[in-house]
Nanobody, 124 residues
Framework: QVQLVESGGGLVQAGGSLRLSCAAS????????MGWFRQAPGKEREFVGA????????YYPDSVKGRFTISRDNAKNTVYLQMNSLKPEDTAVYYC?????????????????WGQGTQVTVSS
């Protein structure tokens, strides 16, 4: 089992920045790919990026590429999501997730463990 706890959400104006953290406990954190997803009211959960367990490779969808950056600190069992140039459409509950596999997953089904989520609200 892996337990994940997100933090760092809040209210920010458009154009601002936030950094989300996801602290992991339980099984070895360093052996999992870590992903970030978000879900806005009435919408499906959306992939916003991930980082691999092996080489720290990252992958982002076009909707956040160039604005969001994921990093991980295996010594602290923590993964981060730095969000810059935020837009009102980035408003959602943000979740971190842990999954196995040799490649970065981009769908929620490829992740086994999930945090409880943290709310991000971007005002216009």
């Amino acid at each position: 089992q892996v337990q994940l706890v997100e933090s760092g959400g809040g209210l920010v104006q458009a154009g601002g920045s936030l950094r989300l953290s996801c602290a992991a406990s339980g099984r070895p954190f360093s052996s999992y790919n870590m992903g970030w997803f978000r879900q806005a009211p009435g919408k499906e959960r959306e992939f916003v990026g991930a980082i691999s367990w092996s080489h720290g490779s990252t992958y982002y969808p076009d909707s956040v590429k160039g604005r969001f950056t994921i990093s991980r600190d295996n010594a602290k069992n923590t993964v981060y999501l730095q969000m810059n140039s935020l837009k009102p459409e980035d408003t959602a509950v943000y979740y971190c997730a842990a999954g196995g596999g040799l490649r970065i997953g981009v769908t929620s089904g490829e992740y086994t463990y999930w945090g409880q989520g943290t709310q991000v609200t971007v005002s216009s």
